[in-house]
């Protein structure tokens, strides 16, 4: 029997399995995916983020991740610009998934992928444990293609995707739809996008727009459903509207070579869901907490919550305990980032948020307000000591 199953290899998986690991527990990891894979991500990475990378031995510069400065808002024509109140960085999730992977195996969890894990059960009693002199009062089993594993303790960390049995409810802003795709711009409009990250708002959504690592740029937008089938449910069609709906955004795009034939996209995402209560199993990243993707966050909440939840298991705490912690961690931020992105989809709220954004001050708190907490940060720090599981 495994001490720990991570279902799920993304930021919170693969974090979580590396500090238990280190910590001398046995790790057994489920990825899905085989190889290396992009993701419907904005790859914007907030400086919380970037802090709990580095514990994990990530060097971003190293991995020629892309400095990121300032935030500049479109509505029509340019709105605002401010320097962001913190460090930021940006690098494309297929190349940075891989590399926290990486350090779960290197720490020793068993890292297997290519399998998905479909069935998922807590059993009182197991015969394989009773044989095996093991304690059998408590554990799980899962189905991962044709294996059965056992764990003592669980952990969800699949990210958008519910496992039967685990659903998570609809959030409170659920009507938007997300597209990603890579692009090569012209390396005069690459040059002008200069270290920002651009948030372009048009009738029903919004679009973000960043470089990533080898001179690329990543579009990533979302577009509420009813908007998007007026327009059309196809991407060509999609993307000459938003040329017009947005002239930044078509300058932008002038001559840009996309990098893939289709973008990747992503429905229903539950955004401003929280999980406040466990049902035995521990909950991380998006499986626990869902914040608009305008902020920027998401891996931070991630990278978060496996750090809170490696420190809170290795001291002997609840799964209960735990969501109940993680979910006073990030509910202010959370609420006011999905009070925020209601605004920046409605024509109402645009123009506010364009007000808003003509004063770099209040642009900045935006942003401040939208991270994770100091105190949650700093009250997560030290939890993970070694000693108290060897
Ligand atoms: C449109 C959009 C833009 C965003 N932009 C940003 C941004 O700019 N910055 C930011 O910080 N965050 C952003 N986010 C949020 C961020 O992408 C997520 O919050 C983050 O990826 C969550 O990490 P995770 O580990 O929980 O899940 P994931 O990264 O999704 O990882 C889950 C993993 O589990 C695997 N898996 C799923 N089911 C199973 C199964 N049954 N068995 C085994 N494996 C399984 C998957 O293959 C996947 O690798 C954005 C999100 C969206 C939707």
């Known amino acids: 029997m495994t001490d720990a199953l991570v279902i799920g290899g993304g930021l919170a998986g693969a974090a979580l399995a590396t500090h238990l690991a280190r910590a001398g527990k046995s790790v057994t990891l489920i990825e899905r995916e085989a190889h290396a894979h992009d993701k419907v991500c904005g790859e914007f990475i907030s400086h919380e983020a970037t802090s709990y990378l580095s514990q994990l031995g990530i060097d971003l510069p190293a991995m020629g991740a892309f400095p990121i400065q300032a935030v500049r808002l479109y509505r029509r024509g340019l709105v605002g610009e401010t320097t962001l109140p913190f460090a930021a960085w940006s690098l494309s999730r297929r190349v940075l998934d891989e590399a926290v992977l990486g350090k779960a195996a290197e720490a020793g969890a068993a890292v297997t992928r290519g399998t998905q894990v479909s069935v998922l059960t807590q059993f009182d009693s197991p015969s394989s444990a009773k044989t095996s002199g093991q304690d059998p009062s408590h554990g799980w089993q899962a189905r991962a293609g044709h294996s059965m594993i056992t764990a003592r303790d669980a952990f969800l960390c699949t990210g958008k995707h519910d496992l039967r049995g685990y659903k998570r409810p609809q959030g409170l802003q659920n009507d938007l739809v997300g597209f990603k795709m890579h692009f090569r711009l012209d390396p005069v409009q690459q040059a002008s996008l200069s270290h920002c990250v651009e948030l372009m708002l048009f009738p029903g959504g919004y679009a973000g727009l960043e470089p990533i690592e080898n001179g690329s740029a990543n579009l990533c937008l979302l577009i509420r459903r009813r908007a998007l089938e007026r327009i059309g449910a196809d991407w060509t069609l999609l993307l000459a509207w938003l040329v017009e709906a947005s002239p930044p955004l078509?300058?932008?795009?002038?001559?840009a070579q996309p990098a893939w034939p289709k973008p990747l996209a992503i429905a229903a995402i539950p955004y401003g869901y929280i999980r406040r209560q466990a049902?035995?199993?521990?909950?991380?990243?998006?499986?626990?907490?869902?914040?608009?993707?305008?902020?920027?966050?998401?891996?931070?909440?991630?990278?978060?919550?496996?750090?809170?939840?490696?420190?809170?298991?290795l001291s002997g705490a609840s799964a209960e305990t735990y969501q109940r912690v993680l979910a006073a961690d990030l509910r202010a931020q959370v609420w006011r980032a999905t009070a925020l992105s209601h605004l920046l989809v409605r024509t109402g709220g645009q123009s506010l948020a364009a007000a808003v954004a003509a004063m770099p001050a209040l642009m900045r708190l935006a942003c401040r307000k939208t991270r994770i907490h100091r105190h949650a940060l700093e009250s997560s720090d030290g939890n993970i000591n070694p000693s108290r599981v060897l």
């Open 279 to 313: 049902d035995g199993v521990w909950r991380l990243g998006d499986q626990a907490a869902v914040i608009p993707s305008f902020a920027g966050d998401g891996m931070s909440i991630a990278l978060h919550s496996a750090h809170r939840c490696a420190g809170m298991y």
């Open 250 to 255: 078509g300058e932008r795009l002038l001559h």
